[in-house]
């Protein structure tokens, strides 16, 4: 569907693509409120339509929530520095989206206590 994304990232969670103006959701993930689906769906459109490239939002074996880019190879208007500075805004504005998305992976497909991973928050 999108150029780079691969098994290997792990679960992906969503995707988007400057090159095919197109948006993935894991449909795995389908039982996520509507609000957060549309929240993840904005983040990760409006990161394409200013950084260029493919972002991938997954998981790694552990449940921790990683953002993968790439761009073509030929891509001259994709910008290598301002997809860093993007990710780490996004990081910091969006924080508790991002925590709330790793417990909840944890809990609903690895199956760890939740009990466990609220105390750990604390």
Known sequence: MFDGISAAQGVILCAASA???KY?????????????Q????????L??????GILTLH?????NLLFHVTARE???LFDEIGSVLKIKQIQAEKRELLEALEMYY???FLEEDIS???????
């Open 19 to 21: 090159y095919e103006e």
């Open 24 to 36: 993935y959701l894991n449909p795995d993930f389908n039982s996520l409120p509507v609000s957060v």
């Open 38 to 45: 549309e929240e993840l769906q904005i983040l990760c459109v």
């Open 47 to 52: 990161y394409t339509a200013d950084v260029g």
């Open 59 to 63: 998981f790694d074996d552990y449940g």
């Open 74 to 76: 030929n891509d001259l």
């Open 106 to 108: 944890k809990a609903k």
């Open 116 to 122: 466990a991973l609220l105390e750990e928050r604390e």
